[in-house]
């Protein structure tokens, strides 16, 4: 997990730091879930046309299973008016909420 963290860009201090908050316990939910979903970008994509509300969507730009291209394909995702959607890229896009 630690080399794809820095492969991805996280610093290595960042990377120490979200290895050790990881238990086998949530290393498996994790796993489970994005078996789940095998082609998220795609799966998803086409339900972020329903948004009305002015909505943030952070993607980043090294994002191996949503890629750019496709996280702003949809109509609202370039700051549209009628759904008022802004799309911000980052890199590396990793939410480390604290």
Do not use: F
């Not at 795609?42 to 291209?69: C, F, S, Y």
């Amino acid at each position: 997990m630690r080399t794809r963290l820095l492969e991805d860009g996280s610093s290595s201090a960042d990377a120490n730091r979200i290895v050790a908050d990881v238990d086998d316990r949530m290393g498996d939910c994790i796993l489970r879930l994005y078996r789940l979903a095998l082609n998220v970008g795609r799966e998803w994509q086409p339900g972020l046309t329903n948004i009305t509300a002015p909505t943030l969507i952070l993607q980043g730009l090294k994002d191996r299973p949503v890629p750019p291209e496709l996280a702003g394909s949809h109509p609202g995702a370039r700051g549209s008016s009628a759904r008022r959607t802004t799309l911000v890229s980052s890199d590396p896009m990793r939410w480390q909420g604290r």
